[in-house]
């Protein structure tokens, strides 16, 4: 079983329409989760913290199910300039280090106009 | 702030050269971690460095692979001699120590080196 999986997608949605993504985590020890974002032969960027509270940044809510090892991303009222690949992030604490983040492999979205 | 600086963006060499990629990480970041980025393989762990030591080099595909951090403004990733299996996206990141609880672990990234080996 991979650390972190992923919807496999891609989604491709039309202008104005929710869309969410899912993710699956193996490690319960895991602490910090975060989804970023990869635009096309871009660096990945850091959309937003998942809390475990869930939090909401605007057109996008992130929410974490600890007792299922789940979060999730939300985006309401797609945009064009939403189209690009979503990775789901988590720290695998190894070697008693909680630092290294292990990377989903990503959830491409096309917002179609 | 100049936001973790790699070079070169892009590099072209012949199998069997030597290929070395530079990292300047964010100023007060205290980790350094190296990633190789393939679309069979996705984004995958090298090696990190925390206060320029190197904590977790498993992620390090064999011996012709190595990586320093002399200190805590450069890091190197060394690939002796470089093969056409080592084409890839490498991107270098740096942590944010400060933060709270469910923010320390932030990663930065560098815009990356794209290496091709003929």
């Known amino acids: 079983r991979k650390e972190v999986e992923q919807d496999p997608g891609p989604f491709n949605v039309p202008e104005g329409a929710t869309v969410a993504f899912n993710c699956t985590y193996s490690?319960?020890?895991?602490?910090?989760f975060f989804w970023y974002r990869q635009d096309c032969r871009k660096e990945p960027k850091l959309l937003m913290s998942v809390y475990s509270s869930g939090n909401e940044d605007g057109r996008f809510t992130a929410q974490l199910n600890r007792a299922s090892q789940y979060i999730s991303l939300l985006i309401r009222d797609s945009k064009l300039s939403d189209s690009a690949t979503y990775l789901c992030?988590?720290?695998?604490?190894?070697?008693?280090?909680?630092?290294?983040?292990?990377f989903g492999s990503g959830t491409q979205l096309t917002v179609l106009p | 702030d100049a936001g973790v600086i790699q070079s070169p963006r892009h590099e072209v060499t012949e199998m069997g050269q030597e290929v070395t990629l530079r990292c300047k990480p964010i100023s007060g970041h205290n980790s350094l971690f190296w990633y190789r980025q393939t679309m069979m393989r996705g984004l995958e762990l090298l090696i990190y460095?925390?206060?320029?030591?190197?904590?977790?080099d498993s992620g390090m595909p064999e011996d012709r692979f190595s990586a320093k951090m002399p200190n805590a403004s450069f890091s190197t990733l060394k690939i002796q001699p470089s093969e056409p299996r080592d084409s890839a996206v490498y991107f270098c990141a740096s942590r944010d120590p400060s933060g709270g609880a469910e923010d320390k672990n932030i990663q930065y990234f560098g815009a990356g080196t794209r290496l091709s080996v003929l």
């Open positions: 992030v988590v720290n695998i604490p190894k070697w008693g280090s909680a630092r290294q983040l292990t």
């Open positions: 490690n319960s020890a895991s602490q910090s």
């Open positions: 460095f925390n206060n320029n030591v190197p904590i977790d």
